[in-house]
C-alpha cells in the first residue's frame, strides 16, 4: 500500500487526500508519517547511520521541519553544510535561475559561466596568493582523493602523512587518511596503501595535562613528525602531509600556529607538499574565511567543500598553476564535477558573505558562544563533569569527562562521572527541540550553528544545552 501512496505523491496526484508533491502541507497526518518512516527504515541501507528516525520536509533559516509538525533549532548545519541557513533566499534563487539556463555543462566539454564567476570570486579569498588553480568536484572526500593523487602526481612519490583523529571522509584514498573511529574502515580493508599518521597536537593523544600550552603540545607532535620521517616514511617517500587545521570528527581541536608553521617547515625542508583541508573549517566557519588564516601558513593543496554552496553538492581543490600544470588532461575530473547549479549557489554564497557581513557576525557570536559555555564549566552542578570548552569562531566544542575514557590505561578517565554524557545530552537537546551532534571517540558536543544565527537563537540553543547538561548530570 505505501509503495501506491508514494507513488501517487511522487506523480502529484491530489486524489484521495495526497497532495503532489511540490504543494503538500509541511506535515502529514500521523499514521501516514510513521508509515513514511518505516519505508525508509526499511529501505534505505543500514550502512547509513541517523541522529533522528524522521524525514525532514521543510528547512528555514536556522530551523528545519519534520512531517511529524516538529520544529528543530538546528545546531547541525547539516554537519557544517547550510552555513547561511536552510535555504538562504539569494542561494536558493540563484541555484533556481541557473537551472533554467544550464544545469549540466560537463567539465570536459567546456567551462561554464558560473563555474569561472566562482574562481573569479574566490580568487580573492584564498589564504595565500599562490592558490591560483582550481578544480571542483562534488564532495569533500572527493576533493581529498584528488588532493592525495595531485599530491603524488606532481611529486613523484607515494606516501601521505596523516594525523590521528582526522577525519576526510569515506572513499578509499580519504578512508585511509581517517583516523578518528574504526567504524568508517572496520571491514573494508585492505586500505590505499602510503598513510601514514601522528598524534594531532591535542593533550588526549600525548598523554599530557589539559592545561599543557600550545608549544608543548605542538612540539611533542613535531617531534614525532621528525621521528616518523625517521622511522616509517623517509622524506624522499613523502609525497604530502595531510592536515585539518581545526580537527573535526577528531574532537573539534584548533592546530596551534607553531605546530602548523613547524611541519611547513619540515615540508620545505624535505620536499614534501603541505594539504590543508578546510572542508570544515572553511568559509567562515572559524572567523574567518579559511582557518590556516589565523597561522599565515602557506597550503600547497587546499581542499574545501562543505559551506561552500551552502548544500548544493560542490567541494574545491585549489593549489597553485606551476604545480597543477604537471597534471595529465584527463587526469582529473568527474561527469558531475563542478555542477553549474552548485557553482551558481556557490557564486550566490561569496556574494552573501560580503553583503551580509557574515565574519563580523561571527566573530560576535562566537563570544556570546564562549561565554554561555564557560558558564556552564563554572556552574557548581556541572563543573566536575566538563573538562575542556574549546574551538574558533562557530566551531566550538565541550569535552565531558567519562567514567571509562578508552579503556583502563586512559589517565583522564573520571570514576564516578556519568556514563555516555555527550549521546545523553544531544538526546536531551533533541527532545528540548535543537538538533546537536556529538563528535570523536571521547565525550564532545560539537557546536556548528548557522554562521548567520541571530543573537537570540544563539541563546536560545545555548539556554537548551545547559538545561540538557543540569539535568542529565542530576539524573547520574
Ligand atoms: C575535514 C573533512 N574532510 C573531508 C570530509 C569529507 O567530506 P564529504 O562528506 O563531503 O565526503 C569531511 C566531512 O565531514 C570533513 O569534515
Redesign the pocket.
Known sequence: MLSTRLARRALGGARQGYAPLTQRSRTFATQSYDSLVAFGQKHVTKGLGRQVEGVMVKGEGSYVTFGDGKRFLDFTSG??VTNLGHCHPKVSAAAAQQCMELVHGQCSIGFTTPYLQLIEKLIPMMPDKSLDSFFFWN??????DAAIKMARAMTGKQNIIGMQG??????YG?MALTKSKTVYTEGFHPLMPGAYSLPFPYWHHLGTPVSTSSAELSAASLNQLNLLLQQQSAPGDTAAILI?PVL??GGYIPAPHEFLEGVRKICDENGILLII?????GFGRTGKNFNIEYSGVRPDIL?C??GLANGFPL?GIVSRKELTDKLNPGSMGGTYAGNAVSCAAAVAVADAFKSENILANVQARSTELFDALHAVKSNPTTREVILDVRGQGLMVAVEFASPTGTGEYDPFRKPGTPARLASRVAKRCQEKGMLILTTSVYEVIRFIPPLNISSEDLKKGTQIFTEAVEEVVREG
Do not use: C, L
Not at 582526522?166 to 572513499?171: L, N, P, S, V
Not at 583541508?277 to 573549517?281: I, K, L, N, T
Open positions: 554537519i557544517g564532495s569533500g572526500s572527493e576533493a581529498i582526522a577525519y576526510h571522509g569515506r572513499t580519504a585539518e573535526g570528527e583541508d578546510e572542508v570544515q573549517s581542499t567543500a562543505k567541494s
